[in-house]
């Protein structure tokens, strides 16, 4: 009888032991989202509000709404400054319209982005609709970060889209 209960109680220990292992393992890795979630690109001081017509065009603008880690986000290579065009894009950011260049805001990384380019990419296939970006991109991020409704992730994301649609912007993407 008491070889049972000596049992149970290792198993108690056991499960105690790797609750709290689960547990240090998810704080460290939020502590780390935040850090992340805090170092993301802030818009530039030379951005301009989206009623300075840069895009030349005047129809409504494709809106997308960009979500991924750092491939979505700023941690492409910077060309040689001779080589270096600035290349404005339309940014969404929380209640803000803004005309910005890489890094753009809202994702991680202090490099290019893929997102730069698209304007042209769009225009040379024969859209005139100017994108206009809303970018939430964190390196190294998990399916679950994202969906773990207590992941600073998902906090920051419900956030951002809370001021999305209070903004009136619903992406068309």
Do not use: F, Y
Not at 128 to 144: G, Y
């Amino acid at each position: 009888m008491w070889a049972a209960g000596l049992l149970i109680l290792l198993a108690l220990i056991a499960l105690c032991a790797s609750l709290a292992l689960q547990w240090l393992k998810q704080s460290r890795r939020d502590a780390w989202l935040n850090s992340e979630l805090m170092g993301r690109a802030q818009p530039a001081a030379h951005s301009r509000p989206c009623d300075d017509d840069l895009g030349g065009t005047t129809a409504a603008p494709l809106k997308l709404l960009i979500l991924g880690q750092s491939n979505a986000g700023n941690h492409g290579p910077q060309p040689p400054r001779q080589a270096l065009l600035p290349r404005w894009v339309q940014v969404q950011h929380g209640s803000q319209c803004l005309w910005t260049q890489d890094p753009l805001p809202g994702a991680s990384g202090d490099g290019r982005s893929i997102w730069s380019r698209l304007p042209q990419a769009l225009q040379q296939q024969g859209l005139m609709r100017t994108p206009q970006l809303a970018v939430m991109a964190v390196q190294s991020t998990t399916i679950e970060d994202w969906s773990r409704p207590s992941s600073p992730l998902n906090r920051a994301l419900q956030r951002e889209l809370h001021a999305l649609k209070a903004a009136g912007w619903t992406p068309d993407l």
